[in-house]
């Protein structure tokens, strides 16, 4: 009987030891919480960090409504102001160069048309882009390039060179593009020659 009384009491003072040890597990991550949101605030008030549009500051203070209110008008009257803030949607020029070609080409221009594009292996490890259907290719983005042509044949296919006719509506010959492709088939450079 005295050894189900110790085993008993045993239990008990586990049981206690286990709820404090968890009740202090709990006091310490309170406080630590409380000291971090603490800290984070000294930080703000060491840089002197001034109110920005959207900052955690309180929003009750008339300084901060009316600061809020001001710039609101200000942005109301600048309309070009307002005009830079907003997105523009990507022209086709712009999804060849920064989408297909992913800024790895260096493109020249003559009146806004791209003429010519030639691969720049400035940044190491950049490879050529394979363009497999390159017929395909110049009729989707020609209205970006610097001949106003309707129609691409095929004209001649040599080892590092691919050569296109480019057609007018009418089938008048404009001039051609020039593929310059390496071992591998991916594009080096394109060229239109009138």
Known sequence: MFKSTKNATKNAIDNKVLGLSIVSVLMAAIFLNEWIVKSQYSVGSITESSRGIASFEDHDSVDGVKWEHELAQKLAQEKQTAKSLLAVKP??????????????????MVNAKIESFDFSDTQAGDQPLEIKER??????????????????????????????????????????ARFELDEQGRVLSLKFIQ
């Open 135 to 176: 017929a395909e290719f110049l009729k989707i983005f020609r209205s970006v390039f610097s001949l106003g042509y309707a129609k691409v044949q095929l004209e001649k296919r040599e080892n590092s060179q691919e050569i296109y006719k480019l057609l007018s509506a009418s089938n008048k010959d404009l001039g051609q």
């Open 91 to 108: 022209t086709l020029k712009d999804e060849l160069v920064f989408g297909l070609l992913e800024g790895k080409y260096k493109t020249n």
